[in-house]
């Protein structure tokens, strides 16, 4: 089994809740960046042990929270040596819109795996685009670069989609398998 690790900030509990099933899926060890855009003590060490680090963000006006972003930017001390170079490196949003910009955000996972010089893994899994697919579908969102999900501004973390967490743990499922084959 490969060291996965699930870095993620959370706003109002809904990415925190993708983070567990994508976590669930790929047997992987949660770490949250905090209201502040810390990583919790030995976080660095802990992503640098990894074999594959997937990140999580809520989209918040098109991109990734603030507290995200602080933890990316101070990302750049790692970079510098290309510590991170050829993890494997996968992504995941939520927003209240069923569009919301997503794509920003999860755009911005990829760069940012790249410029540490990673390998991105993405969706893998079929969209649900068919006359018959109902909203509780999996990947229903119909993304291939990443997990996403949807909850309206107004329900709490408990009333998300069973479809969205069953995609985000498909998620975590599929970047575990690829790890496996790139064992040595």
């Not at 490196?89 to 819109?97: E, I, P, V």
């Not at 993405?122 to 509780?136: L, S």
């Amino acid at each position: 089994m490969k060291n996965i690790v699930v870095v993620f900030h959370s706003g109002y509990g809904h990415t925190q809740r993708m983070a567990q099933a994508v976590a669930e899926g790929a047997g992987a060890e949660l770490l949250a960046i905090d209201a502040d855009g810390n990583l919790p003590e030995g976080g660095w060490e802990t992503l640098n042990a990894a074999d594959a680090i997937i990140m999580g963000s809520p989209t918040y006006m098109g991109s990734v929270s603030w507290q995200f972003k602080k933890f990316a930017d101070a990302s750049s001390k790692v970079w510098f040596t290309q510590g991170w170079k050829d993890k494997l490196f996968a992504g995941f949003t939520n927003s209240a819109s069923v569009n919301g910009d997503k794509s920003s955000t999860l755009s911005y996972l990829v760069t940012l795996a790249m410029q540490h010089s990673g390998v991105w893994v993405g969706q893998g899994m079929m969209p649900a685009n068919t006359k018959a697919a109902q909203r509780n579908d999996v990947n229903y969102l119909g993304t291939y670069i990443g997990a996403m999900a949807q909850s309206p501004s107004d329900a709490g973390a408990a009333d998300m989609l069973p479809g969205d967490l069953e995609t985000a743990r498909l998620f975590g499922k599929r970047v575990a398998d690829v790890a496996a084959k790139f064992q040595a």
